[in-house]
């Protein structure tokens, strides 16, 4: 079975055929190695190899380090002590912890300050390995463990030396009868046991065909232990992610106690604003403006009295009755002018005129002159009658005048008394005004602190929809940590199947592994020494 072959089974095994695959080939390459390496450790692969000795090693170069002390690896481990021959760069035999310091088990040298070695100097070593030692680091690959070690080889029976192992170096400890050393260039052969290879694109896996099955469901395994890993490191990312998302919640708590700080601060003065407004309002008091009002009524209504009593008194000046006299006067007057004295051929001028012309000019009768003087006497004493009924007239409109003036007196005096009162109420508004006014500003005061406290209620307002936008932003977070929350959950489910799975397949690889009635008889495992 090549590694394609593999793939493809596991593929089918696992529904991972489809044209998204889940895992690459590498991670179906890695699980086979996986496999086989499980399968060598129950059914290791047994090999042989047969060994030429080579004790002597003549002429290894080997350069010195830049570092006295520090130690360059030789070609071959386990020398035998006081076989060496160093020589310098000049071809020099070197002396041993003067020039230079060698460890013989692990096969290593270095240089001694002070001696004739230099740092990078070019050396030569010669030198005998040990007999019984075998370096089998470049000799056995894959080794797990070593079955036996026939020497010498070709007898019959074959004949086996007990040996050990450590780490690299494999010590023979005992031949017939005592320790074997080993001779240069004679052959040895170990039996081992060693790694299975895993099947390659061009080679089949070392272990027999058979065993493929079991290949394939250990392999399995371990795909469905690594698809439960993926999920497992999903989980354990979708925890950081919760966490993350946890830890913004941090900040937001910060955003919102000072938001809800910023909040409380406000109200605070939102109170003290509104306790100012208050002690402004109760300050308020209009009794003051009442009672200012109440004086004013009174002397409004004193001076309405006053007035009306002013009315009454101006109202008794008859003065149509003096305007009637005065105007007969005018008219008695007008006719004594024009009629007892100014008219043009009747009056008293007139008639004096006429009996002076005739005194002068008309001598005819010798009365004439007289009669026309008693006729302007006569005319005279009418105007005197008009002149005393003109008097009579005007003394009574005078009077009426007088009478008049009297009441228009009265009546300026209890006008002077309301305007006084009138005064004495527009003082009282004005007082009253005043304080409307100082009350005014004092509800004026306390409404900028109503409108301060208000805008506080608002700033508050504001700070309370900020915190609350942050506790939404908080849910959110919340809300995407339980969902990454409850998909740890899921995956670890999903890890827990498979791995429970992969447990399963794995167990019943290894149990047929274990069970040698399941396995061909050539891995039957029997002693490889022949009878005598």
């Known amino acids: 079975m090549l590694l394609s072959d593999a793939i493809s089974r596991m593929r089918i095994d696992l529904a991972d055929t489809g044209s998204t695959q889940i895992l690459t080939d590498d991670s179906y390459a890695r699980a086979i190695g ?5 399968l060598s ?5 047994d090999k042989v190899i047969e060994y030429t000795i080579d004790i002597e090693v ?18 071959y481990p386990a020398i035998k002590p006081d076989s060496e021959v160093v020589k310098n760069s000049s071809s020099v035999t070197m002396t041993r912890d003067t020039d230079y310091t060698i460890d013989y088990i692990n096969g290593k040298i270095t240089w001694i300050s002070g001696g004739s070695i230099t740092t990078g100097m070019s050396c030569t070593i010669t030198y005998t390995r040990v007999s019984y030692i075998i370096d089998i680091s470049d000799i056995l690959d894959e080794l797990i463990s070593i079955n036996m070690v026939e020497y010498p080889v070709g007898n019959a029976p074959q004949t086996f030396v007990s040996s050990q192992q450590r780490n690299d170096l494999l010590f023979i400890t005992a031949g017939e009868g005592s320790q074997a050393h080993l001779t240069d260039f004679s052959h040895i052969v170990i039996y ?19 065993l493929d099955d079991t290949i394939i469901l250990a392999a399995d395994a371990y795909i469905l232990l690594e698809l439960a890993t993926k999920h497992e490191h999903q989980a354990v990312t979708d925890i950081a992610s919760s966490r993350t998302e946890l830890g913004l919640t941090t ?29 402004a309002l109760d300050a308020v008091s209009f009794a003051d403006v009442s009672t200012y009002l109440g004086y004013a009524v009174t002397a409004l209504t004193a001076a309405a009295s006053n007035s009306a009593l002013g009315g009454t008194a101006l109202s008794g000046a008859d003065i149509g009755a003096a305007t009637t006299a005065l105007a007969a006067a005018k008219a008695v007057s007008d006719a004594i002018l024009t009629t007892s004295i100014d008219k043009d051929t009747t009056g008293a001028e007139a008639y004096l005129d006429t009996g002076d012309a005739n005194i002068t000019a008309n001598n005819t009768g010798k009365d004439v002159a007289e009669n026309f003087a008693n006729f302007a006497q006569v005319r005279a004493n009418i105007a005197a009658a008009r002149v005393q009924v003109v008097n009579g007239l005007v003394g009574e409109a005078q009077t009426r005048v007088d009478s008049m003036r009297t009441l228009v007196e009265t009546g300026n005096g209890y006008s002077q008394v309301a305007v006084a009162y009138v005064n004495e109420a527009s003082q009282h508004i004005a007082s009253a005004q005043a304080i409307i006014a100082s009350q005014q500003a004092a509800i004026e005061h306390a409404s900028g ?38 998909s740890v959950t899921q995956e670890l489910a999903i890890a827990a199947r498979f791995r429970d799975e992969a447990a399963d397949r794995r167990n019943e690889a290894w149990t047929i592994w274990r069970d040698p009635s399941q396995i061909s008889p050539m891995y039957n495992m029997s002693s490889y020494s022949q009878p005598v």
Do not use: C
Request: overall charge negative.
């Open 58 to 75: 003549s002429n290894e170069a080997w350069t010195a380090d830049t570092t006295a002390g520090n130690y360059t690896t030789l070609a």
């Open 449 to 486: 602190y109503a409108n301060e406290a208000n805008g506080r209620y608002s700033i508050a307002l504001a700070f309370i929809n900020e915190a609350t936008a942050e506790l939404y932003q908080i849910d959110r977070y919340l809300a995407e940590a339980t969902a990454y929350q409850q």
């Open 192 to 210: 081992y046991k060693a790694k299975h290879t895993m099947p390659t694109e061009t080679a089949e896996g070392s272990y027999p065909s058979f």
């Open 41 to 45: 450790r129950f059914l290791p692969l």
């Open 34 to 38: 996986k496999a086989v390496s499980d």
């Open 251 to 279: 900040a937001v708590h910060t955003l919102i106690s000072t938001a809800l700080g910023k909040v409380t601060t406000h109200m605070a003065d939102a109170k003290t604003a509104l306790d100012a407004a208050n002690t």
